[in-house]
């Protein structure tokens, strides 16, 4: 099992709609819960982070985090043509690690 | 804004050839990260540092060396390059200090090799 799993899509939503992406992680010691999107031949850009359970909103996105099912999800609201990018999905996987574990990413496509 | 900066966009070299990428970045972080992403296969770490003259394996480390002679600037070096090195080369820092554990990442190179 990867420690950090994503579908690696494509997903296709429709222009206004609610896109969910989702990642699992197999620590349960995990703490730090990040998520970077990527557009085609840029680099991942960090756009939101999540430490505790529950929601954390910032504008149109929402991190959503559970640690009992070891998931989180991101919630793109009103998406838009330009919120098509691969998302990737980052876990600091145990205390004292210096490191980040990345997903595969799921690839967003925004239909207008 | 944390400005991470990488020396080529994009570097063509030859197999065989010894060949440096340098990673520069100005807030101060202790931490920089080298990673190489490919297509079906993520984002994987080759190198970290956590300090001056500091240095990790990440998880791909053969066929590559890092060196970090300043807080600031972080060169990885494959000695002896080969065409299974072709890929894009990504940097990033981040700050060791508290919770916080933000970490961004510079433009990239593309590697290839010939």
């Known amino acids: 099992q990867k420690e950090v799993e994503q579908n690696s899509g494509p997903l296709s939503v429709p222009e206004g709609a609610i896109a969910s992406l989702n990642c699992t992680y197999s620590?349960?010691?995990?703490?730090?819960f990040f998520w970077y999107r990527q557009y085609s031949g840029k680099s991942p850009e960090l756009i939101m982070f999540?430490?505790?359970?529950g929601d954390k909103e910032d504008g149109r996105f929402t991190a959503q985090l559970n640690k009992a099912s070891q998931y989180v999800s991101l919630l793109i609201r009103d998406s838009q043509p330009s919120d098509s990018a691969t998302y990737l999905c980052?876990?600091?996987?145990?205390?004292?690690?210096?490191?980040?574990?990345f997903g595969q990413g799921t690839r967003l496509t925004i239909n207008p | 804004d944390v400005k991470v900066t990488q020396s080529s966009r994009y570097l063509v070299k030859r197999t065989g050839e010894k060949v440096f990428l340098e990673c520069v970045q100005d807030?101060?972080?202790?931490?920089m990260f080298w990673y190489r992403q490919d297509p079906g296969l993520g984002l994987r770490l080759i190198y970290f540092?956590?300090?001056?003259?500091?240095?990790e394996k990440g998880d791909i480390p053969e066929g590559y060396s890092v060196s970090r002679e300043k807080k600031e600037r972080f060169s990885l070096i494959l000695e002896s390059a080969s065409t299974n090195q072709t890929s894009m080369y990504l940097c990033?820092?981040?700050?060791?200090?508290?919770?916080?554990?933000?970490?961004?990442f510079g433009p990239g190179t593309r590697l290839t090799v010939t």
């Open positions: 990033a820092s981040r700050t060791g200090q508290g919770a916080v554990y933000e970490q961004y």
């Open positions: 620590d349960r010691g995990s703490q730090s």
């Open positions: 999540i430490y505790s359970n």
């Open positions: 980052a876990v600091k996987v145990h205390q004292g690690a210096q490191k980040l574990v």
């Open positions: 807030m101060d972080h202790e931490n």
């Open positions: 540092s956590y300090d001056v003259k500091m240095k």
